[in-house]
């Protein structure tokens, strides 16, 4: 034992278990127990069990179980002498070593990690006082990153010389192995010690506990070296695919919100912390890796990604699936305004930035929104080309039931069969898929029906004059309909309140969620769309002879519906094939080809 043990006896006095487990697993108090996700095992019920008067906690699904040592132990993957040190120095306890004291690997690691942090106040302050910093106050006050936001995230200015850091860490009694081992100097073939960073805004990088580990240092514009980011390379104690950057500030936000916000830039996690989104971590230089998401697992359950998450290819997203299913995170993407990064929104639009996650969509959604947004969907084939590359993109997903609902959103959409796009999801070919356009015309859809009453409320004026009730053959949306166009009558009051007002329960549910459903899709395109679906079954429902002025009527509507398809005649079409199903459905008595039959 390398402590005496009174000293270990009084930092397990002195500390809560529930509190150490706290800042790695959301707890909630049950009975005399505290109760969370397992941070050791993967599951969706709370198996984990910690009680604070024994000082120990148990899974019941794992079996893993130990007082608050082992718990940091297994946690951090330290050994127990490690975890003695860092509860005790949480407690200001200073301990007492009985032989050979600390580790010889402890002791570099705390020498390395304490050079690091005189490194991080020498470039801290000459970015503050320094007269060469000037240029670099300057920027960051431009971009909004002076004064307190500088002093807490410890920005530094390295300056445009050779050798002053060295010399003033050399001069503080460090060890030339030292700095070369930590990344901040090297030799150079003067064989004289020379400094890594030069005329660089510093931004210090500390690992989730706090310790300084490495720097990322940036260009002033107008910089003579090419390279804009400079990271600190690999060392003892940096590895840059299990560090991220800002975590020692978020991690109390994140386990709260149990998310976690991924940007790609140091200035970017400072944004959102600007912004009061505190949840936000960045990599270093490298992309996401399976470490990293491990890593962040033990803090939280929902991952957003705040970068072009596209531009890293099939590849990324195939790995991105597999997390998900291995460490059960939820991986989702925040969309920004064309061109804007979250280090830019944090200057020029704060709340936008928080919208952008409040409205990030699951990773897949996203993938899919990426095909289909902004494409035509006038012809068939523009239909069928569009189904095609979405089922591709869909069909990457590993599980089968989120590739048939997101088959099911793109039938709705382009109107096809859902069975048809269902059936291509199960089979997940990796070919791309070939769908028949032809097969636009039948079984569509409670889902293109709630789309059209959804584009009622959210643009009544480009959808109302080409819908009539007709259209709708699915029950409830057909009373959703009713129901709008009643309230459109009402002279005060908004579309919605006054439809809500008057609604039976089943319409109100409707209505509720289309007024808030993320319809991208061209208004007449939708009404397009169900005209010729619903003219296409009348015609193929008939189920007796026809008299002649019907079959005449009839043969009309087949021309007009391939003048449907053509961008240059659909909408006189639409009008003309309007009146035929208004004409039909209204004559009293009918002329019985509808589906009431
Ligand atoms: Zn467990």
Redesign the pocket.
Known sequence: MAFVEDDIERVRASTSIVEIIQQYVALRKAGRNWVGL?P??T?KSG??NVREETGRYK?F????AGDVFTFVQEIEHIDFVSSVEKLAARANITLTYTTGGESQDRQRRKKLISAMAEAVNWYHQRLLHSPDARAARDYLRDRGLAGDVARHFQLGYAPDEWDALSQHLVKKGFATDVLSDVGLAFTNKANRLQDSFRARIMFPIFSDNGDPVAFGGRILPGGADPAKYKNSSETKIYFKSKTLYGLNWAKNDVVKADQVIVCEGYTDVIGFHRSGVTRAVATCGTSLTEEHVRILKRFASKVVLAFDADAAGQGAAEKFYEWEKKYQVQVSVAKFPDGKDPGDLAISDPAALAAAIDEAVPFLGFRVNRVVSGKPLRSPEDRARLAAQAMEVINEHPDVNVRKLYAGEIAARVGLPVADLSRLAERRSAQPVVVAPVARGVGVSENAEFIAISLLLQSWDNIAPWLIEALFVSEIPRRAFLTLATASEIETGSLLNNALGIADPEVREILERAAVADIDVEPSSVALNLIGVTVRRILSQRTRIAIPEEIREDRDARVQLENLDNERTALAAAESLLMWLAARTFQPGGRGDNSEE
């Open positions: 397992c050791f095992h599951e198996s984990f899974c699904g794992c079996q893993a």
